[in-house]
């Protein structure tokens, strides 16, 4: 799928000055965002933020320049297909900071966009880097310890600081100048609402993905186990969540293909959460981990377009694709990747999961694991982090005022 052109500029900011500007491209991005800001706006209300984000972050209260979100791909190859409208958001990206110039910018994952347009601001001397005024700061590490370890180098020499959510990130970074804060994951925090939380008379939690293309390649597959399990189960009922109005209209367009199993399929949006499910057929992503949080039983799928996957598996150094897998170095949630994602390897996994209850120790095991690596050892919260970052250069600037 291919996007539009932007607009000839973007729009000015409503705020007129602007103190933050977040810049995050998809809907995991959108929601650690906003979720980070809710917070910071406790303690510094009338802080003025704008953002290229989606629809977390204008609910937060951040003046949304424009939906990124909505325009998120995968894989070089589909970058490749909407270079031109990446590149026309790119430069257009760095007019407007360089005319608006937001006192900070915290960059959010989206590495492939947020890292390229932060060393662009050093060499344009808009950063502090660069020999400008303007604070920088990435939160949520790029995978360096899963493929492209050198671009934590080019980070160190852009970036004024760097909020990693997982606990061994911070050592990847040890041999840089990069000061490297462990602000622990959200959905480990105490009082954090998970999307789900395990019912064993629920239905069965599918999630295809929130990115188009993964959408197209994975639903069909998920569906089709499902209309298998189905088969051995009468009573059997799903549900799909979904993040937004397109993906939902994508996702009823291939639903279409399996008749005998529409009235027994369910598609909720994701703000209409938490709901109790047995167990979870679901593609990698932010998703996966939030089962793992909630001891839900399930199998994780991987599928993308062959080249994407053979150039991704020339660079890639990590035994797993699941967070939850990785965080905790176990196969607690099966994979079934490329060609061994089929319906009929998704029913044999997922069958005992069904049947056998006894299989949930171990997810409950997992849970409590987890919340410990990514919480419990943080170093502090991300609000507190940025809020810091924020304040340290208001003193600066007060402190050279006066010496001038």
Same mark, same amino acid.
């Given at each position: 799928?291919?996007?539009?052109?932007?607009?000839?500029?973007?729009?000015?900011?409503?705020?007129?000055?602007?103190?933050?500007?977040?810049?995050?491209?998809?809907?995991?991005?959108?929601?650690?965002?906003?979720?980070?800001?809710?917070?910071?706006?406790?303690?510094?209300?009338?802080?003025?933020?704008?953002?290229?984000?989606?629809?977390?972050?204008?609910?937060?209260?951040?003046?949304?320049?424009?939906?990124?979100?909505?325009?998120?791909?995968?894989?070089?190859?589909?970058?490749?297909?909407?270079?031109?409208? $990446?590149?026309?958001?790119?430069?257009?990206?760095?007019?407007?900071?360089?005319?608006?110039?937001?006192?900070?910018?915290?960059?959010?994952?989206?590495?492939?966009?947020?890292?390229?347009?932060?060393?662009?601001?050093?060499?344009?001397?808009?950063?502090?880097?660069?020999?400008?005024?303007?604070?920088?700061?990435?939160?949520?590490?790029?995978?360096?310890?899963?493929?492209?370890?050198?671009?934590?180098?080019?980070?160190?020499?852009?970036?004024?600081?760097?909020?990693?959510?997982?606990? $061994?990130?911070?050592?990847?970074?040890?041999?840089?100048?990069?000061?490297?804060?462990?602000?622990?994951?959200?959905?480990?925090?105490?009082?954090?609402?998970?999307?789900?939380?395990?019912?064993?008379?629920?239905?069965?939690?599918?999630?295809?993905?929130?990115?188009?293309?993964?959408?197209?390649?994975?639903?069909?597959?998920?569906?089709?186990?499902?209309?298998?399990?189905?088969?051995?189960?009468?009573?059997?009922?799903?549900?799909?969540?979904?993040?937004?109005?397109?993906?939902?209209?994508?996702?009823?367009?291939?639903?279409?293909? $399996?008749?005998?199993?529409?009235?027994?399929?369910?598609?909720?949006?994701?703000?209409?959460?938490?709901?109790?499910?047995?167990?979870?057929?679901?593609?990698?992503?932010?998703?996966?981990?939030?089962?793992?949080?909630?001891?839900?039983?399930?199998?994780?799928?991987?599928?993308?377009?062959?080249?994407?996957?053979?150039?991704?598996?020339?660079?890639?150094?990590?035994?797993?694709?699941?967070?939850?897998?990785?965080?905790?170095?176990?196969?607690?949630?099966?994979?079934?990747?490329?060609?061994?994602?089929?319906?009929?390897?998704?029913?044999?996994?997922?069958?005992? $999961?069904?049947?056998?209850?006894?299989?949930?120790?171990?997810?409950?095991?997992?849970?409590?694991?987890?919340?410990?690596?990514?919480?419990?050892?943080?170093?502090?919260?991300?609000?507190?982090?940025?809020?810091?970052?924020?304040?340290?250069?208001?003193?600066?600037?007060?402190?050279?005022?006066?010496?001038?």
């Amino acid at each position: 799928m291919e996007t539009k052109l932007l607009l000839d500029a973007l729009p000015a900011p409503s705020s007129g000055a602007v103190d933050l500007f977040i810049i995050a491209g998809e809907h995991s991005g959108d929601e650690l965002a906003a979720a980070c800001i809710d917070q910071l706006k406790e303690s510094q209300p009338d802080l003025k933020i704008a953002c290229l984000g989606g629809p977390k972050l204008k609910a937060s209260g951040a003046d949304l320049i424009f939906n990124l979100v909505d325009h998120s791909v995968v894989g070089l190859v589909d970058v490749l297909k909407n270079y031109s409208f $990446f590149k026309s958001l790119f430069n257009q990206c760095l007019d407007w900071i360089e005319r608006y110039r937001p006192k900070h910018i915290c960059l959010v994952d989206y590495p492939g966009f947020n890292l390229r347009l932060a060393k662009a601001l050093r060499k344009q001397k808009l950063s502090t880097k660069g020999g400008g005024s303007i604070g920088l700061y990435h939160y949520v590490s790029p995978q360096i310890w899963s493929w492209k370890s050198k671009r934590r180098f080019e980070m160190a020499r852009s970036l004024d600081a760097l909020a990693a959510l997982l606990p $061994f990130e911070k050592d990847c970074y040890a041999d840089t100048n990069l000061p490297v804060t462990f602000v622990g994951h959200p959905f480990a925090e105490t009082g954090h609402t998970l999307p789900v939380y395990y019912d064993a008379k629920g239905p069965l939690l599918m999630l295809p993905g929130s990115r188009v293309n993964s959408v197209e390649k994975i639903a069909p597959i998920i569906f089709e186990a499902f209309r298998q399990l189905a088969k051995q189960s009468g009573k059997l009922k799903g549900v799909v969540i979904y993040p937004s109005t397109s993906i939902l209209y994508l996702l009823e367009e291939q639903i279409e293909r $399996f008749p005998d199993i529409v009235d027994r399929i369910e598609f909720i949006h994701k703000d209409r959460v938490p709901i109790g499910v047995c167990a979870s057929i679901m593609s990698s992503g932010t998703m996966s981990l939030n089962m793992a949080l909630a001891s839900i039983p399930g199998v994780i799928l991987y599928s993308m377009s062959p080249l994407n996957y053979g150039l991704i598996s020339l660079l890639v150094r990590v035994r797993f694709i699941g967070l939850a897998n990785i965080i905790l170095d176990q196969n607690i949630y099966p994979e079934l990747i490329q060609k061994a994602a089929q319906p009929e390897a998704i029913v044999e996994l997922m069958t005992p $999961f069904l049947r056998d209850k006894a299989h949930l120790d171990s997810f409950i095991d997992a849970s409590n694991a987890l919340k410990h690596k990514l919480y419990h050892a943080r170093e502090m919260s991300v609000s507190k982090w940025l809020e810091g970052l924020i304040a340290s250069d208001s003193i600066e600037g007060s402190s050279q005022s006066r010496q001038v």
